[in-house]
């Protein structure tokens, strides 16, 4: 049987191991080092897209020439004028009872 895990030893602040031992006393993980997997294969998800996008952008800067300052700012006017702004809806107050 081929293993697929390894052992690794790291040093990691103890505000993120009493975070993952939250969540495994949540049930939210199955182990700390579940939770450390997970979180570690997040990251490299998240690498994996940053690379995906800065390939997108330099072969559209290839076709189309260097983005602009200037198009990079009327983008975000557009992305702002476009956004819906969602608000967190609280329990309405109640009034104070009047002293008769």
Do not use: C, F
């Not at 076709?63 to 702004?85: F, K, L, P, T, W």
């Not at 608000?87 to 104070?96: D, F, G, I, L, V």
Request: aromatic fraction near 2%; charged fraction near 35%.
């Amino acid at each position: 049987m081929k293993r697929t895990k390894e052992r690794l030893t790291v040093t990691v602040d103890r505000a993120l191991i009493r975070a993952g031992n939250r969540a495994v006393s949540a049930g939210q993980a199955q182990s700390l080092s579940g939770w450390v997997n997970l979180a570690l294969s997040e990251r490299a998800a998240k690498e994996r897209r940053l690379v995906a996008m800065a390939e997108a952008i330099s072969a559209y800067e290839h076709e189309h020439g260097e983005i602009s300052a200037e198009e990079m700012e009327e983008q975000e006017r557009a992305d702002r004028r476009a956004a819906v702004v969602v608000k967190k809806r609280t329990a309405p107050r109640r009034r104070k009872a009047s002293a008769a």
